[in-house]
């Protein structure tokens, strides 16, 4: 079979996939389609961590299983050679006597790494490996940097001015009503993104300037951890991120026990490398992904220790002569993309993404 048509199965793997992002954790997002005769016979995506994977549901979903035999089976990510809370996938596709299995990228878990491969050639099977590799790794980006890196995947997001400030001065904030640098379309964006992720961090003066709840209220979807950087413990216990709604996990230079429902304390040294605590905290609770929203203190932090992944920069059309300075990055710029106000307003937000690859 020709590599071009391996290609466009595997994007329709990779389309089903992108199904479970943000459903999934701590697994890997996958896709999986089975083909016969050049015709889609069979498909699915892993929905949740504990149920069902891909090959599973796609598996399930062929009609008439005598087909299975001449069939190939196309996957975006290896399939599993080990128990885990459900079966062996290489075990059931040597069960239904599938002969063909296409592989967009080798599992890079330790439990896996060219096993669930392995396994399938000593059965008779011919795997074909490396179909739109990159794509496939693209796709589970949050996975394989918690398994290579031993730390999650670190995204930054800000809203900066024109003129490259992040928050007015306080003679301003005095003066004025309060003024969003974002507009309402790139607040929903933003409510979208916490619902892909594990986790969102700010830092004290972040918490304690907006009183963020950190939730996803303006989009369909999970609420991440809420993770606060409070050395001093100087944010008011009367501040949303104590609601008791979303487990919340509080950095702080001294040892103290929660009266509150949903929060945790976590003793860290701020002697030492937060950032690099911090992440090193998070990957021992298995936590793949954070979103890291601010304030320019704890970003720049994360990017002085070269410790993310991407960011997602909002700039609006004002500008606030003085204030505090949003963080500096020099690195590759990815695409921008032109947010548009909504009907009746003047602010228009122009994203632009960086990546540190």
Same mark, same amino acid.
């Given at each position: 079979?020709?590599?071009?048509?391996?290609?466009?199965?595997?994007?329709?793997? +990779?389309?089903?996939?992108?199904?479970?992002l943000? +459903?999934?954790?701590?697994?890997p997002?996958v $896709?999986?389609?089975?083909?016969?005769?050049?015709?889609?016979i $069979?498909?699915?995506?892993?929905?949740?961590?504990?149920?069902?994977?891909?090959?599973?549901?796609?598996?399930?979903? *062929?009609?008439?299983?005598?087909?299975?035999?001449? #069939?190939t089976?196309?996957?975006?990510?290896?399939?599993? /050679?080990?128990?885990?809370?459900?079966p062996p996938?290489?075990? +059931?596709?040597v069960?239904?006597?599938?002969?063909?299995?296409?592989i %967009?990228?080798?599992?890079?878990?330790?439990?896996?790494? %060219?096993?669930?491969?392995e396994?399938l050639?000593?059965? %008779?099977?011919n795997?074909?490996?490396?179909?739109l590799?990159?794509?496939?790794?693209?796709m589970? @980006?949050?996975?394989?940097?918690?398994?290579?890196k031993?730390?999650?995947?670190?995204?930054?997001?800000?809203a900066?001015t024109?003129?490259?400030f992040?928050?007015?001065?306080?003679?301003?904030? @005095?003066?004025?009503?309060?003024?969003?640098?974002?507009?309402?379309? #790139?607040?929903?964006?933003?409510?979208?993104?916490?619902?892909?992720?594990q #986790?969102i961090?700010?830092?004290? #003066?972040?918490?304690?300037?907006?009183?963020?709840?950190l939730?996803?209220?303006?989009?369909? $979807?999970?609420?991440?951890l809420?993770? *606060?950087?409070d050395?001093?413990l100087?944010i008011?216990?009367h501040?949303?991120l104590f609601?008791?709604?979303i487990?919340?996990?509080?950095?702080?230079?001294?040892?103290?026990?929660?009266?509150?429902?949903?929060?945790?304390?976590?003793?860290?040294?701020?002697?030492?490398?937060?950032?690099?605590?911090?992440?090193?905290?998070?990957?021992?609770?298995?936590?793949?992904s954070?979103?890291?929203?601010?304030?320019?203190?704890?970003?720049? /932090?994360?990017?002085?220790?070269n410790?993310?992944d991407?960011?997602?920069?909002?700039?609006?059309?004002h500008?606030?002569k003085?204030?505090? @300075?949003?963080?500096?990055?020099?690195k590759?710029?990815?695409?921008t993309?032109?947010i548009?106000?909504?009907? %009746?307003?003047m602010?228009?937000?122009?994203?632009?993404?960086?990546?540190?690859?």
């Amino acid at each position: 079979m020709q590599k071009s048509t391996h290609k466009f199965y595997m994007r329709r793997c +990779l389309q089903l996939a992108s199904k479970g992002l943000g +459903l999934t954790y701590p697994n890997p997002m996958v $896709g999986c389609v089975i083909v016969y005769e050049g015709k889609i016979i $069979g498909e699915g995506w892993h929905q949740k961590a504990g149920e069902a994977h891909a090959e599973v549901n796609a598996i399930n979903s *062929v009609k008439d299983k005598s087909l299975l035999p001449e #069939s190939t089976m196309y996957v975006s990510l290896e399939p599993c /050679s080990h128990y885990g809370k459900t079966p062996p996938c290489t075990d +059931l596709i040597v069960k239904m006597n599938i002969k063909n299995v296409v592989i %967009g990228t080798i599992d890079f878990n330790s439990e896996v790494h %060219g096993k669930g491969i392995e396994h399938l050639q000593k059965k %008779g099977c011919n795997v074909t490996v490396g179909i739109l590799e990159k794509k496939c790794r693209t796709m589970n @980006k949050r996975f394989f940097t918690f398994h290579q890196k031993k730390r999650p995947y670190i995204i930054l997001k800000w809203a900066e001015t024109k003129d490259g400030f992040i928050f007015p001065e306080k003679e301003i904030i @005095k003066n004025r009503k309060p003024i969003w640098i974002s507009n309402t379309y #790139s607040l929903q964006q933003v409510h979208k993104w916490r619902t892909e992720e594990q #986790s969102i961090l700010v830092g004290t #003066s972040t918490a304690i300037a907006d009183n963020p709840k950190l939730d996803a209220r303006n989009y369909f $979807g999970r609420n991440p951890l809420r993770l *606060v950087i409070d050395k001093d413990l100087k944010i008011d216990d009367h501040f949303n991120l104590f609601n008791g709604k979303i487990k919340t996990i509080i950095f702080t230079q001294n040892k103290t026990n929660s009266n509150f429902k949903n929060v945790v304390y976590k003793s860290i040294d701020f002697t030492k490398n937060v950032a690099k605590q911090i992440c090193n905290y998070l990957y021992d609770i298995k936590i793949q992904s954070v979103i890291i929203e601010g304030g320019t203190k704890t970003l720049q /932090s994360f990017i002085d220790e070269n410790l993310w992944d991407e960011a997602r920069v909002f700039t609006g059309d004002h500008f606030f002569k003085k204030g505090i @300075k949003s963080p500096e990055i020099i690195k590759k710029r990815v695409h921008t993309t032109e947010i548009p106000s909504p009907k %009746g307003l003047m602010n228009k937000n122009i994203l632009t993404i960086f990546s540190n690859d």
